[in-house]
């Protein structure tokens, strides 16, 4: 069985790169790589890439995964050190989570933001 080292960064496709590299760094993704369509954002060493539909070669309308919403079953799990901190500045920066912090069944407290195309942020604090 061949031994796996880590987990490095995901791709997801959005509709407006302008958007989402707006709201990814006002979360504060430190941007990376930029290309036509393409842009690489960063959490210390894990990597998003954000693929603008129509931007990547060899993608066609018949080829594009059809699923209900972008990220459909994908939650991407950022932990901050005080949650109640990251929900007030998200607040602030005039984005809307789904719901306050609360405590999940892990016993973490956390609260649940949508991206611009729907991919779900989970901010969590170590209980």
């Not at 954002?41 to 594009?64: I, K, Q």
């Not at 950022?78 to 602030?92: H, M, P, Q, T």
Request: charge should be negative; glycine fraction near 12%.
């Amino acid at each position: 069985m061949m031994k796996l080292n880590s987990i490095s960064g995901i791709t997801c496709y959005v509709e407006d790169l302008r958007r989402t590299s707006e709201f990814y760094q006002a979360l504060g993704f430190r941007p990376g790589k930029e290309a036509p369509g393409r842009l690489t954002c960063y959490v210390n060493w894990f990597w998003v890439a954000f693929v603008e539909h129509g931007h990547d070669p060899g993608e066609e309308l018949s080829t594009r995964p059809q699923l209900p919403g972008n990220g459909a079953g994908l939650f991407t799990h950022i932990k901050v050190d005080d949650v109640g901190e990251a929900y007030r500045s998200v607040l602030a920066a005039g984005m809307k989570p789904d719901g306050e912090p609360e405590k999940s069944p892990s016993g973490n407290r956390e609260f649940i933001l949508r991206d611009p195309d729907g991919y779900t942020l989970v901010f969590f604090g170590k209980r």
